[in-house]
């Protein structure tokens, strides 16, 4: 799938800058001690981890590109739940923050939603380019 901007920042495609702020803001976010009172929306911390991978997820998908989808994908899911691993286990060193086995379920549970929708809408659309050609 090309990417739909081929937009670039001094040289690096715009979608890869924003997928490093995202990375780097969701880490920064869950490494803060929980003694800070910074307003969050009222929803389930379970919803909120599902939603930060559900983006991560996309926006790994959207930046990485490879005829081997099993690979492309399969690599994506893996990086992303090692990533997910590491974040929880680090978060024992932040005072007021642990490390949650059902943090580490929901956010591998976003993750692999948003590489499914995204694999799902690339054949679709696949499918659909091949049946408009041989039309």
Request: net charge positive; charged share 15%; with cysteine.
């Amino acid at each position: 799938m090309r990417p739909l901007t081929k937009i670039s920042v001094f040289g690096v495609r715009l979608a890869c800058v924003l997928l490093a702020i995202y990375w780097l803001a969701i880490f920064t976010g869950t490494h803060l001690p929980n003694v800070l009172a910074i307003p969050q929306p009222n929803v389930s911390d379970k919803v909120k981890h599902f939603v930060a991978y559900f983006v991560l997820g996309a926006m790994m998908c959207y930046v990485t590109n490879s005829e081997n989808w099993v690979r492309r994908f399969l690599g994506i899911g893996l990086i992303g739940m090692a990533y997910a691993l590491i974040d929880e286990l680090t978060q024992q060193l932040v005072p007021g923050r642990h490390c949650d086995p059902l943090d580490f379920f929901a956010d591998s549970l976003g993750l692999w939603c948003a590489i499914g929708i995204y694999v799902g809408a690339k054949y679709v659309r696949n499918t659909l380019r091949t049946d408009i050609a041989a039309s």
